[in-house]
């Protein structure tokens, strides 16, 4: 059976082939490997526009087709349901579809298995079969039509280097386009259920409600669900814990940064600096453990033995072990970009009588700022975004409190909360957790233009 993947696997062969066609074409216009000086560029650049046109054509296709595949086979199988069937609503309507996905991949359905059901799925798998090999026969199709004709105009007069090199910009053009368009795809996915959430509960009271209960009553008799909505103490617990973990990660990777760079010598930098990259690689499900049964448990030993009251879960535990597991982002971003500061700048401060350690303070950390407000931000970022540690460490109690003996939560733990489990996104309750992304959209936008205005006021000074 035709797949898409045996397709694309054709298309990459075929790519190649088309690479050395054409590269064999633009020596063979130019009277042989002893006169390949006639062509206007290198024979290489022959062979990799022939590639392009080769590629770039029936790429388009089968991501287009991969793109709206599902869809269009979907509605060509449920034009050809029942009419009992079509006719019903749409949540059952589309459970029907899911039954019919379902099954055609292999795996369980949520009712039983009719016969109308069972031509649905044979005709689901039909069109899909018919589609893979239409998909196949387009896209080598294309392919080879781009083949033959890239081939055809290879000259010695063609400018190959210009037209692929035009052809590399337009590419990396269409990145950085897909990659905004991306960007505002989100943006705008997760402020268009933001905005329902605010049509049934206030902006005030989410911004500046002082309880998060958003547990919603399903029943006029259910009680122990007040579906309060006020943010302030998920956002509080979220700083709090984000805030412990600066408070070690950036004092412990700057220090570790510059002894690395400025005060170790090559063998312990070629060893120390791998070593503390691995507590990058951890998983933070381990930390999270690590969290949960090691250091919480001291912490309230330790607060108990001097009179303290705190609870098993802490904010404290949870920012110590994430800002132990935030240090890298610190100390090797920071470590690269003092070890970049060109050394003729220590030289003239050495020059002028500096010590190492006033070299570092007044030239060297001033020169390397902007990488190192970078990992700073990238480190809070990481901080703000964690959450099986803050999970297992910290709880899932949103308790308004500065304390970091207590149990809180944060932004990302109520999110994961909210959309656990079959949820419809037309309650509140649910709704909340697009409304929090936003929120948290908006807090890491704010740290970004505030680094931003940081690193320019002081490029100003030291420039």
């Given at each position: 059976m035709i797949s898409p993947s045996n397709t694309l696997i054709a298309l990459v062969l075929l790519t190649a082939l088309a690479h050395y066609l054409g590269l064999r074409r633009a020596v063979a216009a130019a009277g042989?490997?002893?006169h390949v000086q006639k062509l206007h560029s290198r024979p290489v650049y022959y062979g990799m526009l022939t590639a392009m046109w080769c590629a770039l054509p029936a790429l388009l296709i089968y991501a287009g087709w991969q793109a709206f595949e599902s869809y269009i086979?979907?509605?060509?199988v449920v034009a050809d349901l029942p009419v009992t069937m079509r006719d019903l609503s749409a949540a059952q309507l589309s459970l029907v579809v899911n039954d019919i996905k379902n099954m055609a991949g292999g795996t369980i359905v949520s009712g039983d298995v009719g016969p109308e059901l069972k031509a649905a799925v044979a005709h689901y798998l039909q069109l899909r079969g018919i589609g893979n090999a239409a998909l196949a026969a387009v896209v080598m199709g294309v392919a080879v039509i781009g083949l033959v004709g890239a081939r055809a105009r290879i000259s010695t007069r063609m400018r190959a280097r210009n037209k692929m090199e035009r052809l590399i910009l337009w590419l990396l053009a269409a990145c950085s386009t897909i990659a905004v368009f991306t960007t505002v795809g989100i943006v705008l996915s997760v402020l268009y259920e933001a905005i329902r959430f605010f049509q049934a509960v206030s902006v005030t009271e989410f911004l500046f409600g002082l309880k998060w209960s958003p547990q919603m009553a399903i029943r006029a008799d259910q009680v122990g669900s007040s579906g309060a909505f006020g943010a302030v103490p998920v956002v509080l617990g979220t700083l709090l814990i984000a805030g412990i973990a600066m408070a070690v990660a950036v004092p412990i990777g700057l220090m570790a940064a510059i002894y690395m760079s400025e005060y170790a010598g090559s063998r312990f930098r070629a060893v120390a600096k791998p070593l503390m990259e691995i507590l990058a690689g951890v998983p933070t499900v381990v930390y999270g453990f690590f969290a949960a049964l090691?250091?919480?448990p001291f912490i309230?030993?330790?607060g108990q033995a001097i009179g303290l009251d705190v609870a098993s879960e802490s904010a404290l535990a949870a920012g110590?072990?994430?800002?132990?597991m935030i240090i890298p982002f610190v100390s090797s971003l920071s470590d690269d970009m003092i070890t970049a500061v060109p050394q003729s700048l220590r030289d003239g401060a050495y020059g002028l009588g500096a010590t190492p350690s006033e070299t570092i303070r007044q030239v060297v950390l001033p020169a390397a700022l902007p990488g190192i407000v970078g990992g700073i931000l990238l480190a809070?970022?990481?901080a703000i975004g964690e959450t099986m540690i803050v999970v297992m460490a910290a709880g899932l109690t949103a308790n308004l409190?500065?304390?970091?003996f207590k149990a809180?939560?944060?932004v990302t733990v109520q999110i994961v909360t909210l959309l656990v489990g079959d949820q419809e996104f037309d309650s509140p309750k649910t709704l909340a957790a697009f409304a929090l992304g936003l929120l948290l959209f908006v807090i890491t936008l704010g740290l970004n233009i505030i680094a931003l205005q940081v690193v320019r006021r002081y490029r100003e000074q030291y420039e």
């Open positions: 042989g490997h002893a086979i979907t509605q060509l090691v250091v919480a309230r030993a330790a110590l072990v994430m800002g132990i809070v970022s990481r409190t500065a304390n970091p809180v939560t944060t």
